[in-house]
């Protein structure tokens, strides 16, 4: 029998994509070994201090960033219902201040173990969104690896060796290619034919 092909054009820290999670499983469990699943990294933040006031301070920048940040996934969790942690949420800061890298380690995380790749995505996800964990920091997206059962030398070559982020403007292309303009899009094709 003939499977779907379901490109899902994402980012972790995307809160409408952390919405979209339980929606997978359903499917998975209802239609189990009917469905391909292909997570492609869109890349939604790039890189936060090209819109920094200059006369703003970073420290209050990105405060008012995270809290911006935070508001916005209350008001998605309205309609989503998924877990938001608003204490302690200080996702962005100065240094950590695109979700690029959270992107690449995805990549990464498919490089060193693609079985256990989607499964890293959603602890991503979780610890960003749920956990109010800082998971751009590459200590963060160790322990991740370590707990999503990856291999931590395995996911650190490619992280570090430039193929990751190869990898990762390579799915840029393609969603640049789709004309992808929101998080999430999904692309549907069965028996060669495509549905976006």
Wanted: glycine share 4%; charged share 25%.
């Amino acid at each position: 029998m003939s499977k779907v092909i379901i490109t899902n054009v994402t980012d972790p820290v995307c809160p409408w994509c952390w919405g979209e999670e339980p929606y997978f499983r359903k499917l998975e469990t209802h239609f189990p070994n009917l469905i391909i699943w292909r997570n492609v990294m869109g890349g939604l933040v790039e890189d936060m201090n090209k819109n920094k006031p200059a006369d703003m301070d970073a420290h209050s920048y990105y405060n008012k960033e995270n809290k911006d940040f935070i508001n916005h996934c209350l008001e998605t969790a309205e309609k989503h219902h998924m877990p938001i942690k608003v204490e302690g949420f200080k996702l962005f800061s100065e240094t950590e201040n695109s979700s690029f890298p959270l992107c690449i380690a995805f990549k990464a995380a498919q490089m060193a173990n693609m079985e256990k790749a989607d499964l890293f995505l959603y602890n991503l996800r979780a610890a960003a969104m749920a956990e109010a964990r800082q998971a751009i920091t590459e200590s963060e997206l160790i322990a991740i690896a370590d707990e999503s059962g990856i291999d931590i030398a395995a996911f650190l070559d490619p992280l570090n060796d430039g193929s990751a982020e190869k990898a990762f403007w390579k799915d840029v292309e393609e969603a640049i290619s789709m004309k992808v303009e929101v998080f999430p899009t999904f692309v549907f094709e069965y028996e060669a034919k495509r549905c976006p």
